[in-house]
């Protein structure tokens, strides 16, 4: 009887298994599933049961990702993801004495300064004699020099 | 001495002017994140449930059937409804886990199209996913039933073993037996639910007078028929009695030879013999008119035509002996 059980928990336990296939833009990028190393991208039948799972990316020159993934009752879960690119950029400020903040927590005074940024908007906040000066949001879409001028108003724009 | 291109002092002052600049610039320490999420597709794959109902078509054909799947808490609003030609395999494929899991609690309706031809329900425990082979399910119209109790009429006892003949105009007949809980059920062809000419008798070959009831469907399929077979209690406790032997008894209204019989008795008919004279017996026979009306005619019948029936039809251990002879 207790055999019976034991074998009818492991029929059970292997049927509820999906097979995951993780395919990653950069290809080779580490699979990292519910902090266990799965591989290099692309991962194919990888079996996982139905719930809540942690994915989370690596790759160089990518920003890491971490999603969290609800898998259904399925026979098979194809994930794609896209990590972001980090750009080189290289900052520099033509005015002095102003104090640069970024995303609300990356601060520096520098007026020539190399940033590593993650792809996408960035929220570029400028302090002179610690009052707010100027408030901007700045792109990072490929390496490239950024140089900082005080955001001007278009003329008759609100 | 050669003189350097233009292009070439050009490019060296952007390359001094530009990117060189940065050569001692400080390198900020983390990188910086946008906390934008990855971008992401999530593709599934299901497995099917495949549910296959085999059918077997018994002397018809129906038009079509009409498949439905319903959950047992909700036969309103089905899971699965189609229409299946008689040619094809009724088979349904549904996506994984449209199904309850629950014993029984999937309910597989076929609804063959046609005239006189029920609805056939399966209850059936659904899965995740995988196959599932219904029971065969028999396609036949809709038989004309008659059914009911086979009871003494002394008592109202039940009566088990009870022979019963179910006979058309044209002498085709069917036959069943009761019981121990006095039940019978006749399952006549389809087109007998369209005829009146039926006779049903229940009795026949026992010690109890055959009772015979026309069954008139007159399209209706179900007849309810009960048969109190045996005398009454009021005529057992007008004599002793007997039984009749022979059929086309005489039954006279005066002992003597040659006096008027009003009618013939049959084999089995019962005589409650009051009084005896030589080798001839006076006494009363019950006829109904129907099962509650009956009538007592007095007459006389020759001893030798009759069988003493002691307390056959009264006894408590009768009933199965009696259907036994």
Redesign the interface.
Known sequence: MKQFLVLQLFVVSV?AQVTLDVKVLPKGATIILDGKEIGSAPVKGYSVKPGLHEIR?EASGY?P?I?E?AV?????????????P?YKI?FRAKEKGLTFE??GE?T?R?E???????????RLRVYYLDELFDDQIIVADRNA?FIYTRYQPEPGGN | MRIPHTSFLVFSAMFVLSGCGYMFAPKYSDPIYTQRPPLISLRYEYRDIHIYAPLQVVNTLPEAYQVYIYDKDNEVDALFAATYMPEEKIEVYLPQNTLSTDKNGTIFVISPQGRDMPEIKIKFTGVRYGDITLPVSKIIKTPAIVEGLVFRRYDDRMLGGIQLVAADSTGRTFYTKSRLDGDYRFELPNEYGYRNDIVVSAGVGSLFPVVKKDAQFNGKFNLEMDFPLGPSKEFVEQGNLYIVINNLTHFRIASSNGSFTPFLLAKNDIVAVTQVAGNRLYGLVEIFWSDENAEMISGWVREQDVIYAGNYFMSPQDDLELAKQ
């Open positions: 049927m990316l920003a990702a999603h993934i259904q009752d399925a026979k098979r879960l194809v994930a794609d993801f896209m990590m972001n980090m290289k970024l995303n990356h520096w520098d020539k300064i190399k940033l590593n940024l993650e792809a996408g908007a960035h020099e």
